[in-house]
Every structure is written in C-alpha cells, then in structure tokens.
C-alpha cells in the first residue's frame, strides 16, 4: 500500500476520488472508484496534535465527500452531509483542514448515501487507514502491518431466495462474490514475511459495507492491545477475532510457529472467496496450510475491566426496530419509532456524560458508531464492564448495550448503524448540543 500520496500545495496529502480497476487475481478485476488509483487508497500518517490539510479531489461523476472516521474534528469538516459538511461535486475539489487526535488506528471513507446503487459509498473502494502516531509510542513489536479486509462484488438476494421456505418478513439483503485483505484475493499478490521470533503488529480494519468477518492465523494467538485505535485496558491473547464493519483492532502477534500459513476467514466459504493472505515464514517451503480453529466466542468484556463505570449524568433510551421491506424492497429502520430524517436528536449539555441503551429489538447485528466522540463500553448483555474505549460497538440480535459518551466535542454529530443497507434506510440520528 503506498505510504503517502502527492499532496497539493499547501496539503499534507491529496486525495483523487475516480474511477479504478482493482486486480484482486488474474482474470478477476474489479472496476469501481477509489482514491489515488487504488483500494485501500493511501495510508495517511499523520502526528497527534498536527494541524493537518488535506485536499480532497473529485473526478468521479457524482457528489462526494470523505469522513476521518474515529477523529475529533469539527462537524464542517467531518465528512458527514448530515452534520453539514458541504459534498464535494463532480470536478471541484475542496481541502479538510483539522487537527490530529486523538491518537491511534483511524481510517477515511466515502459517507455518502448509496441505497439501492451498490457502486456507491462502502460498496466500492472509497476506504483507507488513517493513522495518528502518538507522541510518545513505546513500540513493542517488530514488523508493522496495515490490513483493510472488504467485500466486493455485492448484490442483491432475498430471504426467501436463502432459505428456500415460505414468503420472508425480512426485504432485500445485500451478498457478496469476492473478498481480498487490502487489493488481493487469498493466494495472490505477495505474502506477509515474517521471521521466527519476530512480534508483528497487525493493524486490522473491517472496511465491508455490511459484513463481519471473524479470523484467525492457524497456530498462532492474537494479543489485543487496541480497540478502534483505543488502547485496551486489559491486553489479552486470543485465538480468533471479530471484527463488525467499521471495527478496527490492534493485535500482536508472536511468530514462534514456522512454515507458511493462510491468514484469513474463519467462515471457509467467505475465505474461498478471496478474504486472506499467505504468511511466510524465512526459509519455510511447502504449501499454504490452514486449520480451522475452534469457534470461540468473541467477547469485548474480555478486554475490560470488572468494576463498573461512573455514573451518568443523563440517559437516553434508544429501541432499534425494523419494518419489513418485503419481497423486492429494504427493510426500513427505526430508533424510538421513527426513521431518518424523522428521528429525535438527542439533546445534550456541554461536559456532561450520558449513556446510550441500544435495545435492539431485531433480529439484525447493529454496528453502531457516534461520530467525533469517544465512548465507553458500560454493560453488555446485561453484564457491567468499564473502561473500553470504542467509536463502533456491534450490539447483537434481540440483546441490549449501554455506552457512555462525555459531551467534550460541540456541534452535529451523527449516530447510526455502520451497515449501509441500514444507515441508508433509516437508521440514523444525531447528537445536538443545548
């Protein structure tokens, strides 16, 4: 992945929104825009607390802007239309200008709405890490490595088509037919290279439109020492990991297991589609190898710790609900009973801490991310925990989730479900300071 792009005057990097072909094999060839020619676009490295300008071009044929997903900027330039960030037009460009923080594992994406066209916003290849070094990193490992893992090739399928039964409540979902770790299928492009002994930090990034992905690395156990880019409060090793769309994780891992691994998908179909990379180690020969590993449950509070966070200042009760599309259509979402642009801001006062209870009375996972704001993890399925800190939380089916959030960054600030077919359908609302 290139490290910098070519910054315009002025820029600490520019980005070129366009038309690309990403080869994720030979033979199979995905045409779809990206940034600066490719998918992930360039790794952004920027330090906590510069003052950073980007310029942003737009040569693709429809409105477009970008969202420095996990930042704490200012609504005019977070990238969200809804907060007002003005869109980029087709052949004008425009220049985001903020500062850096905080530190940690970010990454930038297209926040437009796609709806029923799969070409548009997370379907295609609008995504990149943005990383923010922090000012003084301790760096315990000794090989860095960016992977963004997403699906390609969506389209649509109903319910009923998939379970083969009697007519569905449930409207059109989205499905895919290719996946790659950044802009390669498993078993293509150059692997990972490793040594013996040597402590690799994987910077891991869920950049699918609607897809979890759960991997692992056969033989090998993962250390989580960060949590969308949020230092972990207890770093433990684990022998898989999950990630929802838009979940970021840090993860060292040791390499005391010699001979050439696949890296990949959990879910054997989802990797024979091309979600993997090869790691080497020197001098290892032979083929590939996978094992599957034993399916354990991926559990945040694993992270956390056990006594339970402060007390809030206010509450807001939040019950996430879906009207059938039926067949031919999306389901709509609702929060409290009504759906974007109808739903109720959540009014808040400067400095104070408030808690979001996501009841999730669907059947549907729900990665819900808050814009321009840091919160922490207070209870998850009715177990207490503290001390996570998270900018995206998958709130499982028919399960409730409660979050904290200090009111520190004034301004709009969008709330929604990271799932496109969601957020485009209703599931949105904002955050507005008294």
């Not at 599309?325 to 109720?344: A, C, E, L, V």
Request: aromatic letters at 10%.
């Amino acid at each position: 992945m290139p490290v910098r792009a070519l910054a315009a005057a002025g820029a600490d990097y520019t980005i070129r929104i366009a038309p690309i072909s990403v080869e994720l094999a030979p033979g199979r060839v995905i045409r779809t825009v990206g940034y600066n020619g490719t998918a992930p676009g360039p790794l952004l490295r920027l330090r906590e607390g510069q003052q950073a300008s980007i310029n942003v071009i737009n040569d693709s044929e429809v409105p477009e802007l970008v969202h420095w997903h996990g930042l704490f900027v200012p609504p005019d330039v977070d990238g969200a239309m809804e907060e007002g960030t003005p869109m980029v037009m087709p052949g004008q460009s425009t220049t985001y200008t903020f500062t850096a923080r905080p530190a940690g594992t970010r990454w930038y994406h297209s926040h437009a709405m796609a709806g029923k066209d799969l070409r548009r916003s997370l379907y295609s290849g609008q995504f990149g890490f943005l990383y923010v070094e922090p000012r003084n990193d301790a760096g315990q490992y000794d090989q860095e490595v960016f992977i963004a893992m997403h699906h390609w090739e969506p389209y649509f399928v109903s319910m009923q088509d998939l379970r083969k039964g009697p007519p569905p409540d449930n409207g059109l979902e989205v499905a895919y037919k290719s996946a790659s770790f950044n802009d390669k299928a498993l078993g293509h492009g150059e692997p990972v290279r490793v040594r013996q002994g040597q402590r690799v930090l994987f910077r891991l990034l869920n950049a699918s439109a609607t897809d979890d992905v759960m991997l692992a690395l056969p033989g090998h156990s993962f250390k989580v020492v960060a949590l969308d880019g949020n230092p972990a409060p207890s770093p433990v090793a684990v022998e898989t990991l999950m990630l929802a769309p838009a979940e970021r994780i840090d993860a060292v891992v040791e390499m005391n297991r010699p001979g050439i691994w696949i890296f990949g998908s959990a879910e054997d179909d989802v990797r024979n589609m091309g979600m993997g990379v090869v790691v080497e180690y020197a001098g290892a020969t032979g083929t590939p190898q996978w094992q599957a590993p034993a399916m354990a449950k991926w559990d945040y509070l694993t992270f956390g710790r056990t006594a339970p966070a402060a007390e809030p200042d206010g509450r807001f009760e939040l019950t996430i609900q879906k009207i059938p599309g039926g067949r031919g259509g999306f389901n709509r979402w609702t929060i409290n009973d009504k759906s974007w642009p109808d739903t109720d801001p959540l009014v808040v006062e400067r400095g104070k801490r408030y808690r979001l209870v996501f009841r999730n009375d669907s059947g549907d996972m729900h990665p819900m991310h808050l814009h321009r704001h840091v919160f922490e993890l207070t209870r998850f399925a009715d177990r207490p925990t503290s001390g996570i800190m998270k900018d995206v939380v998958n709130v499982p089916p028919r399960q409730t989730v409660e979050v904290d959030f200090v009111a520190d960054d004034p301004g709009l600030s969008l709330l929604h479900c990271h799932m496109q077919e969601h957020q485009d359908f209703g599931f949105m609302t904002l955050v507005q300071y008294a």
